[in-house]
């Protein structure tokens, strides 16, 4: 089983920073996702690391490329979320979502792919 625990996320200005980071605790997962949603809509997709058996390779929604960058530290016990020049479309709760092994390709992006979920944190943009 794997726990998944979000933090980071607060207020910030349009064009600020933020980091987010996820902990694992009982056992580390594979894959992990970051999600995002606001009340009313379906979850989305952010960014998502495919594991080893995908090449531990990054994926990004064209929403936060070239703004967010996912990074996870050897032990896998910790998933970062890196957020430049936020903008105000940016605000929702961010969730961390997590597996075991690598999801195919064409369901990276789907959030039914990945087993463990956090509690999510909340990101706010607003000057």
């Known amino acids: 089983q794997v726990q998944l625990s979000e933090t980071g996320g607060g207020l910030v200005e349009p064009g600020g920073s933020l980091r987010l980071s996820c902990v694992a605790s009982g056992r580390t997962a594979d894959s992990v996702g970051w999600f995002r949603q606001v009340p009313g809509k379906e979850r989305e997709f952010v960014a998502a690391?495919?594991?080893?058996?995908?090449?531990?390779?990054?994926y990004y929604s064209d929403s936060v490329k070239g703004r967010f960058t996912m990074s996870r530290d050897n032990a896998k016990t910790t998933v970062y979320l890196e957020m430049n020049n936020l903008k105000p479309e940016d605000t929702a709760v961010y969730f961390c979502?997590?597996?075991?092994?690598?999801?195919?390709?064409?369901?990276?992006?789907?959030?039914?792919?990945?087993?463990?979920w956090g509690q999510g944190t909340q990101v706010t943009v607003s000057s």
């Open positions: 690391i495919r594991g080893a058996q995908g090449g531990n390779r990054i």
């Open positions: 979502a997590g597996r075991q092994g690598a999801p195919i390709l064409s369901m990276v992006r789907q959030p039914q792919a990945y087993t463990y």
